[in-house]
């Protein structure tokens, strides 16, 4: 079946701008993750969603990031005011669950430059 | 905040060559998992050991876990060119994955 899929691939943007970044998890999986990765370092978390709610938002560096996910399906990655500092790749990953066992199922991620 | 490190930063080896990397983290874990990342994109998860487990096999990859070190180590034996990703290690932490740094590996024909 399908797996995780991301868009857009690449996104540039200019500083100040606005910008949504969408995921679609692989179907049924109940549990979406984002992490944002810098360069040379691993993925950090940032949010995960148990359905249609946010479980755990601890990983959002400030309230210029927000995410949605409304319908407990796709999800959505907002990030208002972009700084130059948000430049990353941002992953989302699903699992059939939210059990810490599961294994997490990875998009091909969103690279993000603000430039 | 990342949870482990990884060593060596990068490696490089010959294809027929094993590669062992290793990871150590700071509290402790119900399971701790390796992935593969290609190209600085999606990663792609490899194997799953849990605490009360000291080695798993799968294929050419062999974990172990040392819960009383914090420490675990990914062997690839027979490296091949596409082996050739970093890999990282993930330990889980109420419900979500905490990333090491990583571990780059090149494996030249």
Sequence with gaps: ?115 | SQQGEEDPQALSIQEGENATMNCSYKTSINNLQWYRQNSGRGLVHLILIRSNEREKHSGRLRVTLDTSKKSSSLLITASRAADTASYFCATDRFQKLVFGTGTRLLVSP
């Design chain 1, 1 to 115: 079946g399908a797996g995780v899929s991301q868009t857009p691939s690449n996104k540039v943007t200019e500083k100040g701008k606005y910008v949504e970044l969408r995921c679609d998890p692989i179907s049924g999986h109940t549990a979406l993750y984002w992490y944002r990765q810098s360069l040379g370092q691993g993925p950090e978390f940032l949010i995960y969603f148990q359905g249609t709610g946010a479980a755990d938002d601890s990983g959002l560096p400030n309230d210029r990031f927000f995410a949605v996910r409304p319908e407990g399906s796709v999800s959505t990655l907002k990030i208002q005011r972009t700084e130059r500092g948000d430049s990353a790749v941002y992953l989302c990953a699903s699992t059939p669950q939210a059990a810490s066992t599961d294994t997490q199922y990875f998009g091909p991620g969103t690279r993000l430059t603000v430039l």
